[in-house]
């Protein structure tokens, strides 16, 4: 039996301390990628800021970053999209529902929501990268009249690499909100674009002194997503890309996620381009 330490609100002064919360839902999102819902077991909500994300840990294999992909605004609720590739990843996605799994955080620098307020806004997802990019979009359409025009474009190997299928259904049927959805490689059942995600700029018009961008795939995937947004005007200070290397603590004192003179897991994972524009795509930083 595990003893339980008595819970608190996730984030606070003691960083390293481990909350146990309970899984109260999963849903397969790929055939290796699931979403987990768990609870808080204290009284208060859970805060965070969309872009942010925790460190989860599975009882006796490990810990691992992982982005927060739910709302913010879900009370005792918190959710992240794990993919299943290594141990511990994998111990997390077979989870069961009543378990509980160990939470450190929140930790990092999010999206800069409350700066675009009465701007347009562009979202890129590439793949996974779409999680820690969903509770921006969620915030945005909840409070839908702070923003001006609104375009989702997301990419993916294939079909069946889409995340949140359902959330893709109802963004798309919204008015005020336009989304482009692509794919490497259709199948037979296929009847959306085929391509890289950057083709699906030449179907929407940026104001590029009127729009925040919000990026977050593969790092190939963010250098030409970022060359395109260049292309079309926008300033290097209206777009933020989300960075995931490597991080282990989650307070920038391992020194594993190192990025020239930032750390990741401190100083992002959300950055603005001008400020890693120097050292964004190049292996050796």
């Known amino acids: 039996m595990i003893a339980e330490p008595s819970l608190r609100p996730i984030g606070g002064l003691e960083t390293f301390k481990m909350e146990w919360y309970r899984v109260v839902g999963k849903a397969r999102e790929t055939p290796d990628t699931f979403t987990i819902r768990m609870k808080a077991r204290g009284n208060g909500e859970i805060a965070f800021e969309p872009g942010q994300f925790n460190m989860l840990y599975a009882y006796g294999v490990g810990e691992v970053p992982i982005s927060i992909s739910g709302a913010p605004f879900n009370g005792q609720l918190i959710e992240h999209t794990v993919r299943a590739v290594g141990p511990v990843t994998k111990a997390l996605a077979s989870a069961r529902i009543g378990s509980n799994l160990g939470l450190r955080g929140p930790f990092g620098k999010g999206w800069p929501l409350k700066e675009a307020e009465g701007q347009d806004v562009v979202i890129v997802g590439g793949g996974i990268g779409l999680a820690p990019l969903r509770p921006a979009i969620q915030q945005i359409i909840r409070k839908r009249e702070r923003y001006g025009k609104f375009y989702i474009l997301y990419g993916a190997r294939t079909p069946s690499d889409l995340l949140y299928k359902r959330d893709l259904q109802n963004w798309r049927g919204r008015l005020d909100t336009q989304l482009l959805v692509t794919v490497d490689k259709g199948d037979e059942k296929w009847r959306g674009y085929i391509g890289v995600v950057t083709t699906l700029f030449r179907h929407i018009k940026l104001e590029p002194n009127n729009t925040y961008a919000y990026v977050c795939g593969p ?64 292996r050796e930083v």
Do not use: A
């Open 219 to 282: 790092e190939i995937m963010m250098k030409f997503t970022v060359q395109e947004l260049k292309n079309q005007g926008l300033p290097d200070d209206r777009i933020f890309i989300s960075m995931e290397r490597n991080m282990k603590c989650g307070v920038g004192i391992c020194g594993h996620c190192q990025f020239g003179p930032f750390f990741i897991c401190k100083d992002g994972p959300v950055f603005s381009y001008s400020e890693v524009s120097n050292i964004f795509g190049r």
